[in-house]
């Protein structure tokens, strides 16, 4: 388990994220949301994000194209406002493939034991 970025580079950088109004309410929310504090890695934002991103580009084009965005900027601003380290977010990127992958390969495993004659 490993504390995120917030947690522990605060004192190098001597400065704080600046936000406008609602940035500081937002964070606290967060953090008092946030019940386990050493869950960084790996990053379950990537790894959820892009699970529904392949499943709409296999399914639904149209929704993979409205979501590709959002999905780039959740990865990107999970690092930028320190939630996660890039290596959090690259092992969640390995870990999605490796899941879809062998996800897969186990899917098509069980539909051949249940429908032998497919």
């Not at 991103?53 to 929704?63: G, I, M, Q, S, V």
């Not at 034991?113 to 497919?118: A, G, M, T, Y």
Request: no cysteine.
């Amino acid at each position: 388990p490993a504390l995120g970025p917030r947690y522990t580079m605060n004192h190098l950088q001597n400065t704080e994220l600046q936000g406008l109004l609602v940035t500081g309410p937002i964070q606290e929310l967060l953090n008092r949301l946030e019940g386990i504090k050493r869950d960084a890695f790996p990053s379950g934002h990537t790894g959820v994000a892009l699970t529904v991103l392949f499943l709409a580009f296999k399914f639904e084009k149209k929704l993979f194209r409205l979501f590709l965005p959002f999905v780039v900027g959740l990865i990107f601003s999970t690092v930028y406002l320190r939630y996660h380290y890039v290596v959090d977010v690259l092992a969640g990127i390995i870990l999605t493939a490796m899941t879809l992958i062998f996800g897969g390969a186990y899917y098509g495993y069980w539909q051949k034991r249940i429908h032998p004659d497919r």
